[in-house]
């Protein structure tokens, strides 16, 4: 195998797929990235693959001559990120049938490395999925949904269905869920692209870790109008997209019956400019006990006045007030200060809406126009 490409492009990909190479591989291949050379087509692809998240992506280069080898990922990122921009040699020339094992040489304009390289036939192959055919969903919609729900997602290994988004591909539209039992996030995004009259609503959960490399894939690629095909058979799905392909395992079990937490029906409403809100809780925050992270919102609708309060034992105090249209009676309400801020950071829009009725029971938090989103946040009981 030999090839030249460019250092950019090299580092660049390796930098994408790096993020599917397990940090304690079960296996001393999965430390390794895959690297397909193709002559015909003069692309190189780069894969990496913990058995759960695979990721794929490829480039062009001048192939001399194809072939595939595993070379390890962090020796190679490490390597590459650091050459001078220009073109790099990637050369094959070792012959395992001697015994002296795969040695690749790396030859940038400045000098050369050698590296130790494993078989490509030991790297597991990536799940294919050929028996389902494809949904195609828009990229922005994807990146819209993702940015409003991945944030609520648990980390709790021990309720896996949690950890993931539930997607919902409906015949125009994607909705995105998340929750971690104390906060729910909910997304729905227009897709471009409506489902072809044979093929039916589509419902999947997906691990977040997945979803945040999508995300990150399909931002880099933001100046692509191109569609991206989900495919999804038992237990695996795949979303693919331009030179790119990301395969993920699905999560198993049901996943909570989430519109069904949602108040139709609200006794106050609270109008507020979103940024400002958000600024002074990070303030406010900064006092917050470190045991309880909790934050109290008093409403006062005589005065048309928000006031945020922290009480820090043995540490201070705070308070800051802020004008906002309230209809409805005064309530003192109370925060896990986190919760708040992370829903807020996901509001797309200037002003947003906070609905509530008593002091235990569930807000609603959405943007005033733009994005469809709901953000529902569980209050926490004040001890007096």
């Not at 397990?22 to 050379?37: D, G």
């Not at 001048?62 to 040699?89: C, F, M, Y």
């Not at 795969?102 to 999925?129: C, D, H, S, W």
Request: with cysteine; net charge negative; aromatic share 4%.
């Amino acid at each position: 195998m030999k090839l030249v490409c460019a250092q950019s492009d090299l580092s660049t990909n390796l930098s994408l797929v790096n993020r599917a190479v397990p940090s304690r591989p079960t296996h001393p291949v999965l430390a390794n990235v895959l690297l397909q050379a193709d002559a015909e087509t003069n692309q190189v692809s780069l894969t990496a693959f913990d058995l759960s998240l695979g990721i794929r992506t490829s480039f062009n280069a001048d192939v001399w001559q194809g072939g595939a080898i595993a070379l390890p990922a962090k020796l190679l990122v490490d390597i590459t990120s650091r050459l001078p921009e220009g073109e790099i040699t990637l050369d094959d020339e070792s012959n395992p049938a001697t015994g002296e094992g795969i040695n690749v040489t790396l030859t940038p304009k400045t000098g050369q490395y050698q590296i130790r390289a494993m078989e490509a036939g030991e790297f597991p192959e990536l799940p294919l999925i050929e028996s389902t055919e494809a949904i195609h969903l828009t990229a922005t919609a994807l990146i819209e949904g993702l940015r409003g729900s991945l944030f609520a997602t648990s980390a709790d290994e021990t309720k896996q269905v949690l950890t993931g988004v539930h997607l919902t591909v409906k015949p125009d539209s994607l909705e995105f869920a998340a929750t971690d039992g104390h906060r729910l996030a909910v997304v729905e995004t227009a897709n471009e692209r409506p489902l072809e009259d044979n093929q039916e609503q589509l419902e999947v959960t997906v691990p977040a870790r997945a979803l945040r490399e999508l995300e990150r894939m399909l931002v880099h690629n933001a100046s692509s109008d191109e569609p991206v095909a989900l495919y999804l058979d038992q237990g695996q799905v795949v979303f693919a997209w331009q030179n790119q392909r990301l395969t993920s395992r699905t999560l198993e079990g049901q996943y909570p019956a989430y519109r069904q937490l949602i108040p139709r029906q609200f006794e106050r409403q609270v109008t507020i400019e979103r940024k400002q809100f958000l600024s002074t809780l990070e303030r406010i925050a900064v006092l917050a006990d470190q045991k309880n992270n909790i934050v109290k919102l008093t409403i006062d609708s005589n005065a048309q006045e928000l006031t945020l309060s922290c009480e820090a034992q043995e540490m201070g105090s705070g308070r800051e007030s802020m004008s906002a249209e309230i209809s409805g009676e005064d309530i003192e309400i109370a925060f896990n200060v986190k919760y708040l801020m992370e829903g807020l950071k996901a509001l797309p829009s200037t002003e947003i809406q906070m609905h509530l009725n008593q002091t235990l029971t569930p807000v609603i938090f959405t943007p005033l126009g733009g994005l469809k989103m709901t953000y529902l946040a569980m209050p926490v009981q004040l001890r007096s």
